[in-house]
C-alpha cells in the first residue's frame, strides 16, 4: 500500500484537453466558444421552408371546428407544391391525410410545419 509521500512524489500529467487549453490560451478558447454559439445558432435557425411564401390563412382553433376548409385549402394549395401524390378526407373528427410512401416523411413535415398535428390522422398510401 502506498502511503501519502508515494502519492505526492508522482508526477502530474496533464491531459489532452488541458494541453489544449493551454496552447490555445483565455482568448483562444473565448473564440472557440463564440464560434460553437454560431454553429448552434444556425443549426437550429436554418432550414429551407417548404412552400416558400406559403403561411397558413387561419389557426387551428378554428380549422378544428372547418375541417373541410382545411382539406379545400390542402388541396389547392399545400398539395401542388408537395412531391409525390396526396389525398384526404374527413373522418372521425381528424382531417386524413394519405400521402406516398417515397415522399411521407418529408411531405408530413411540410405539412406540420404550417399545421398543427392534432388536426390530422396521417396514412401512407398502399400501393
Avoid: W
Avoid at 83 to 109: C, H, M, P, Q, W
Avoid at 112 to 121: G, I
Wanted: net charge negative.
Amino acid at each position: 500500500m502506498e502511503n501519502e509521500k508515494d502519492l505526492s512524489n508522482k508526477e502530474f500529467k496533464e491531459t489532452a484537453g488541458m494541453q489544449f487549453a493551454r496552447a490555445v490560451k483565455p482568448a483562444g478558447c473565448i473564440l472557440l466558444l463564440l464560434i460553437l454559439i454560431g454553429v448552434l445558432y444556425l443549426c437550429f435557425t436554418s432550414g429551407t421552408d417548404p412552400i416558400p411564401g406559403y403561411e397558413a390563412p387561419q389557426g387551428t382553433e378554428y380549422y378544428s371546428d372547418h375541417l373541410d376548409e382545411l382539406q379545400t385549402e390542402l388541396q389547392e394549395h399545400v398539395f401542388p407544391q408537395l412531391d409525390g401524390e396526396e389525398d384526404s378526407r374527413v373522418e372521425n373528427g381528424k382531417l386524413t391525410v394519405i400521402l406516398e410512401n417515397e415522399s411521407f416523411a418529408v411531405s408530413r413535415s411540410a405539412i406540420l410545419r404550417y399545421y398543427e398535428e392534432k388536426l390530422f390522422d396521417f396514412q401512407r398510401a398502399d400501393k
